[in-house]
């Protein structure tokens, strides 16, 4: 089992940026990928970003590439997403996730992120 705790979100204006952290606890953290997903009002969760268990890999959604950035310290059990040039279509509630296997196994309550026009 492992625990996800979520931080960073906020209120921004367009084109600003923020930085999303997610603290992992309990299991060993390089056992997991990591992802973020995010889930905007009346839409399904999506697909944002994700990173292989030793930070050489990523990939991200079309909507966000070349804007995000995902990372991870292993050394501090921490995933981040830098996101820049933030628009309105980017507010949602952003979630991390560890992956083991193929499947996303444990959650995060989730972050809010506001983008104003």
């Known amino acids: 089992q492992v625990q996800l705790v979520e931080s960073g979100g906020g209120l921004v204006q367009a084109g600003g940026s923020l930085r999303l952290s997610c603290a992992a606890s309990?299991?060993?953290?390089?056992?997991?990928?990591m992802g973020w997903f995010r889930q905007a009002p009346g839409k399904e969760r999506e697909f944002v970003a994700a990173?292989?268990?030793?930070?050489?890999?990523?990939n991200y959604a079309d909507s966000v590439k070349g804007r995000f950035t995902i990372s991870r310290d292993n050394a501090k059990n921490t995933v981040y997403l830098q996101m820049n040039s933030l628009k309105p279509e980017d507010t949602a509630v952003y979630y991390c996730?560890?992956?083991?296997?193929?499947?996303?196994?444990?959650w995060g309550q989730g972050t809010q992120v506001t983008v104003s026009s």
């Open positions: 996730a560890a992956r083991y296997a193929t499947t996303y196994r444990h």
């Open positions: 309990g299991r060993t953290f390089t056992d997991y990928a």
């Open positions: 990173i292989n268990r030793s930070g050489g890999s990523t």
